[in-house]
Nanobody
């Protein structure tokens, strides 16, 4: 059974920092592209950052220079370090694991963790 369990969300003041973690089980973690997505109230889910099995990263323009995605394959965990947080970063943050084997795609989601940036 595949599980992605996020943690580290919470309430933080503007300009503050948080580190999200996503612990994966039930998958061969090191072959998956891991990503963080977020969904604010009334908005569609959007990509925040992804990291491939080889360690290449990609970020949404809105978080470049402020957020850093990383992975620890020994711990089957992906992280999102979020600095200089803004109120518009408020959302539920979801962890995603994705792997494509030819025409078959394996795609899994965590349950989400709330991040609220407010004074």
């Amino acid at each position: 059974q595949v599980q992605l369990v996020e943690s580290g969300g919470g309430l933080v003041q503007p300009g503050g920092s948080l580190r999200l973690s996503c612990a994966a089980s039930g998958i061969i973690f090191n072959i998956y592209t891991m990503g963080w997505y977020r969904q604010a109230p009334g908005k569609q889910r959007e990509l925040v950052a992804v990291i491939t099995s080889g360690g290449s990263t990609n970020y949404a323009d809105s978080v470049k220079g402020r957020f850093t995605i990383s992975r620890d394959n020994a711990k089957n965990t992906v992280y999102l370090q979020m600095n200089s947080l803004k109120p518009e970063d408020t959302a539920v943050y979801y962890c995603n694991a994705d792997y494509k084997a030819g025409p078959i795609e394996y795609d899994y989601w965590g349950q989400g963790t709330q991040v609220t940036v407010s004074s």
